[in-house]
């Protein structure tokens, strides 16, 4: 819902450092974007190319790469892939920060970011 | 940018940086600083969030009146527009602050900052903080409040906890409003709060009729307040 605020500010980010390099243009730009983040990929799609229009982002590549949720648990220190419980009382498998190993609350480690992690440009 | 990479091709100069800012890291440092501020001054801030009609603000009504006697208490209202909601905290003889986003579906870090100037924090114990309207953007954006509190109710249907598992993730304590329209709605509240257990262990659940202040007590014993 909120793709748009979202992708503004990662093309302000994209210009701010082309800027610094002093570039003539952005060719591509690599983001992280976690599973468990409320972006919708096709959104952020969408609203990219809109906003590189009459910046030197226009007609750059995005490429997008996906990361999959990872949990911990403080209490008996499980590292590992964020679960699903599969009740067909509730219709659809859904997420849960139950720990697999001793059922206590895990925290989320990892799925949770939105990373510029790559730019590339022409000097 | 430890790893710039510049490579040459005839008079093209290509550069790969590694900025590795994280748009979403932003907020969270941002919040982190409101926390910071908010303890110093030994305030307790609380982020109420649910869509549209979930009955935050009447919620937060019977809240003010429970607990103005005990607490000195602050109030921020999330809005598109208008200050109708606010209107209806003031009457009850707290410090409100609207913030119209105009636009944006969800409070962040810097907008609470920004309000928090509006107040002056050594006159207050706690901080009430109404997000917009929206069960699904706030969830992202952490304010830097010590419980966060995720409201549905029973007109929403049976399905509101197992629809947006990740924004109860984000939350302390669940209310499940409007408890006296359950049976008219065909709506079990014991599986609504078993499916917020189900997705965070160590949920508080407190069912509530707002409108009454049924359910407010359990309400204020889960914000440890």
Not at chain 2, 113 to 131: C, F, H
């Amino acid at each position: 819902m909120h793709e748009l605020s979202m992708t503004a500010q990662i093309v302000d980010s994209v210009l701010e450092e082309a800027k610094k390099q002093d570039a003539k243009r952005v060719t591509e730009v690599h983001l992280v974007i976690g599973k468990l983040t409320f972006l919708g990929i096709e959104q952020v799609r969408f609203a990219y190319n809109i906003l590189v229009n009459d910046t030197i982002m226009k007609g750059s590549k995005l490429f997008i790469e996906e990361k999959d949720g990872v949990i911990e648990c403080p209490s008996c220190g499980y590292k590992g892939a964020i679960q699903c419980e599969d009740d067909p009382a509730y219709h659809v498998p859904i997420p849960t920060l139950r720990c697999p190993k001793c059922g206590k609350a895990a925290k989320i480690l990892e799925g949770k970011e939105c990373t510029i992690k790559r730019i590339k440009m022409l000097k | 940018m430890a790893n710039n990479k510049e490579v040459m091709k005839g008079e093209e100069v290509t550069l790969e940086i590694e900025p590795g800012t994280d748009i979403i890291e932003v907020n969270k440092q941002l919040a982190q600083k409101n926390l910071k501020l908010m303890r110093k001054h030994n305030v307790k801030a609380i982020d109420i969030m649910g869509s549209i009609g979930a009955g935050k603000t009447s919620l937060i009504e019977k809240l003010v009146q429970s607990l103005k006697h005990k607490y000195r208490i602050a109030v921020f209202k999330g809005d598109l527009t208008t200050t109708i909601d606010a209107d209806r905290i003031g009457r009850h003889g707290v410090k409100v602050v609207t913030i119209n986003t105009g636009l944006e579906c969800h409070l962040d870090a810097n907008v609470v900052a920004r309000a928090v100037e509006r107040i002056s924090l050594q006159d207050i114990d706690l901080l009430i903080i109404e997000n917009v309207g929206n069960l699904i953007c706030p969830a992202e954006f952490p304010l830097g409040t010590e419980k966060r509190v995720v409201v549905v109710s029973v007109t929403e249907g049976p399905y509101m906890v197992v629809k947006h598992p990740f924004t109860f993730m984000t939350a302390d304590v669940t209310v499940i409003n409007k408890k006296d329209l359950a049976k008219i709605m065909k709506v079990d509240t014991e599986q609504l709060k078993k499916q917020a257990k189900e997705i965070k262990p160590n949920m508080k659940v407190a069912v509530t009729n707002a409108l009454t202040g049924e359910g407010i007590e359990e309400l204020i014993e889960a914000l440890e307040l």
